[in-house]
């Protein structure tokens, strides 16, 4: 659960060689989710910025299909 582009990019770089293909985030906006780059298996972005909207999207990416 990414709150800001500060906390994307940090989380970005404590990735970095890891696995972003087996990682799925939620970001609270779209600033937020560029923040954090490419190659995350799926990126949710909250509906409108409030921790309620980030759990609707956190269930939405926490269950396979």
Not at 1 to 30: E, K, N, P, Q
Request: aromatic fraction near 4%.
């Amino acid at each position: 659960l990414l709150h800001s582009a500060r906390a994307a990019t940090r989380f970005a770089a404590l990735m970095a060689g890891g696995s972003r293909a087996s990682t799925r985030l939620v970001a609270i906006s779209d600033p937020v989710a560029a923040a954090a780059g490419t190659g995350w298996h799926d990126v949710a972005i909250a509906a409108h910025a409030s921790d309620p909207a980030m759990i609707d999207g956190a269930a939405r990416v926490a269950i396979d299909p």
